[in-house]
Structures are given as structure tokens and as C-alpha cells.
């Protein structure tokens, strides 16, 4: 005889990703930094200054992600470097490289669309890399692996993945 899953268990283990087709990336203009599980110390100024920008993720006018970019010209090490670059790939109008330094989803799928949508984002403008500033965490490691990035760089506090154009 054939076990078959209780109704419990089939009713809990699928879940319905039919809403992510109907979501939009968004630019944002502000965010509740203290939701962010990465990098909380960074302000919303910070964060849309200085070629940098604040995306989500929308569907049915909630966002459902987030994730913070920063278009530079080299990848970074540390968020401090991260501010130089911006600096300098701004005023000498040079940036080639998207760096997501920080991603989070309130619901479960909307964190892989979010990178997706990052993807065709740096695609359609002619970015020539996207890659990250991750935290040290078995986390981070794991959601980029799992979303096809190759680690390129491992720094004293930082992790650096990059993703396929």
C-alpha cells in the first residue's frame, strides 16, 4: 500500500506563487530602515544619495521586498568603500556595476523575484556586472547560491557574489 500525505500536510507544504507574476519592481523613495535585517545603521538618506536607490518589490500596493543598490564602477569590500565608489563613479559618470548591499522580503517568493527583477534591471541598462556586499552569514551565503550567484570574493567581514548577465 501507498502512503498518501495527509490534507494537513499537502495543504501546508504547497503554496500558491501565482501572485508573483502580478508583482512590479518599483523604485522607493523611503523604507523603515529598522526593518532591515542586514544593514539597519544606514539611513534612508544614505540610501538614495550619491548613486544610490531603494527598490521593491510590489503587489496589490504592498511591498512585498526590498533591496538597496548602489551603482559604482569596482566591487566593494566594506560599506565604506562601497561610499567612496559611489562617490567617485557619480562625478566622473562611470558606473558599470549594480552592488545590492542589502535584500529582504516579508513573503516567501518575493526575495528570489526580487534579485530576478534586479537581473533584468542591470540587463536593459547596460550594467556589466551586479554582484553584492553580503554579510558573513550562512544566510546570505545560502540565498545567493540558491538564487545561481558564484562567490568571487570572501573579505574580513564581508562576501562578495556575483550574479550572470
Same mark, same amino acid.
Given at each position: &500500500?501507498?502512503?498518501? #500525505? $495527509? ?6 507544504? /504547497?503554496?500558491? *506563487?501565482?501572485?508573483? %507574476? ?14 532591515? #535585517?542586514? %544593514? #539597519?545603521? /544606514?539611513?534612508?538618506?544614505?540610501? $538614495?544619495? /550619491?548613486? %544610490? ?17 548602489? *551603482? =559604482? ?6 560599506? %565604506?568603500?562601497?561610499?567612496? &565608489? ?10 558599470? $556595476?549594480? !552592488? ?14 526580487? &534579485? ?5 534591471? @542591470?540587463?536593459?541598462?547596460? *550594467?556589466?556586472?551586479? !554582484? =553584492?556586499?553580503?554579510?558573513?552569514? #550562512? &544566510?546570505? $551565503? ?6 545561481? @550567484? ?10 562578495? *557574489?556575483?550574479?550572470?548577465?
Amino acid at each position: &500500500m501507498v502512503a498518501k #500525505p $495527509t490534507d494537513w500536510l499537502t495543504k501546508k507544504t /504547497l503554496i500558491d *506563487f501565482t501572485w508573483i %507574476r502580478k508583482t512590479k519592481f518599483i523604485q522607493l523613495d523611503t523604507i523603515d530602515v529598522s526593518e532591515d #535585517p542586514v %544593514r #539597519p545603521e /544606514l539611513d534612508v538618506k544614505w540610501r $538614495t544619495s /550619491l548613486n %544610490r536607490k531603494i527598490y521593491g518589490l510590489e503587489y496589490n500596493g504592498k511591498v512585498e521586498a526590498i533591496m538597496c543598490l548602489a *551603482f =559604482t564602477n569596482a566591487v566593494p569590500h566594506t560599506v %565604506r568603500e562601497l561610499d567612496l &565608489m559611489c562617490k567617485v563613479s557619480i562625478y566622473e559618470d562611470n558606473a558599470d $556595476t549594480i !552592488v545590492a548591499y542589502t535584500v529582504w522580503s516579508r513573503k516567501k517568493g518575493a526575495g528570489q523575484k526580487i &534579485m530576478k527583477e534586479a537581473i533584468k534591471y @542591470a540587463k536593459k541598462n547596460g *550594467f556589466n556586472k551586479l !554582484v =553584492t556586499l553580503s554579510p558573513l552569514t #550562512p &544566510m546570505a $551565503t545560502h540565498y545567493h547560491i540558491r538564487n545561481g @550567484a558564484k562567490l568571487i570574493s570572501l573579505n574580513e567581514s564581508t562576501q562578495n *557574489f556575483e550574479y550572470s548577465l
